[in-house]
Nanobody, 125 residues
Framework: QVQLVESGGGSVQSGGSLRLSCAAS????????MGWFRQAPGKEREGVAT???????AYADSVKGRSIISRDNAKNTLYLQMNSLKPEDTAVYYC???????????????????WGQGTQVTVSS
């Protein structure tokens, strides 16, 4: 049974930082392309960042330069370090996994088959 469990969300002030984690189990994490998505109230789910099994990363323009996606294949864990947070970063953040080694951030949710339950990030001004 595949499980993705996010943690690390919370409430911070503008300019603050958070580190999200996603613990994966029930499949071969090291082979999968992984991603972080977010969904704000009334908006569609959008891709934040993706990372291939060998560590190649891609970022949405909205977070580029402020966020770092990383993975620890030995711990089956995905991370998202978010710095210089802004109120517009407020959303539920989801961890997602592709079923293969490939995923494409610009394709939205298309390449992702497994999803976590989400963790809330709230940034106040």
């Amino acid at each position: 049974q595949v499980q993705l469990v996010e943690s690390g969300g919370g409430s911070v002030q503008s300019g603050g930082s958070l580190r999200l984690s996603c613990a994966a189990s029930g499949y071969t994490f090291s082979r999968a392309c992984m991603g972080w998505f977010r969904q704000a109230p009334g908006k569609e789910r959008e891709g934040v960042a993706t990372i291939t099994r060998d560590g190649s990363a891609a970022y949405a323009d909205s977070v580029k330069g402020r966020s770092i996606i990383s993975r620890d294949n030995a711990k089956n864990t995905l991370y998202l370090q978010m710095n210089s947070l802004k109120p517009e970063d407020t959303a539920v953040y989801y961890c997602a996994s592709s079923a293969t080694f490939w995923c494409q951030l610009t394709a939205g949710t298309r390449d992702f088959v497994y999803w976590g339950q989400g963790t809330q990030v709230t940034v106040s001004s």
